[in-house]
């Protein structure tokens, strides 16, 4: 088992930047990747990045490349999500989720485990 804790979150203004924190715990050897989701009220959970754990394979989804970055910090199991130059429509609850199969899958079927999720609310 894997267990995922993120901080993080909060209520900021468009422009501004947060960075989203995901320590991860337990059977860490076995991770291959990890990825952040998001979720908006009255919408599907929705792809936001991912990133392998050993080489730094790293995937973006559209509405965010060029503002969030991925990274990871191996020795502290953990992977961050600056986001820079928020907008409204980023506000969400941002989940961290852990893949022991692939290395930094688009795809919320493709992880095994995940957080409880950290509230982004970007005020206009």
């Known amino acids: 088992q894997v267990q995922l804790v993120e901080s993080g979150g909060g209520l900021v203004q468009a422009g501004d930047s947060l960075r989203l924190s995901c320590a991860a715990s337990?059977?860490?050897?076995?991770?291959?990747?990890m990825g952040w989701f998001r979720q908006a009220p009255g919408k599907e959970r929705e792809f936001v990045a991912a990133i392998s754990w050993s080489g730094g394979s790293t995937n973006y989804a559209d509405s965010v490349t060029g503002r969030f970055t991925i990274s990871r910090d191996n020795a502290k199991n953990t992977v961050y999500l600056q986001m820079n130059s928020l907008k409204p429509e980023d506000t969400a609850v941002y989940y961290c989720?852990?893949?022991?199969?692939?290395?930094?899958?688009?795809?919320?079927?493709?992880?095994?485990?995940w957080g409880q999720g950290t509230q982004v609310t970007v005020s206009s």
């Open positions: 337990g059977r860490t050897f076995t991770m291959k990747g």
């Open positions: 989720a852990a893949s022991i199969r692939y290395l930094a899958s688009r795809n919320s079927r493709g992880y095994d485990y």
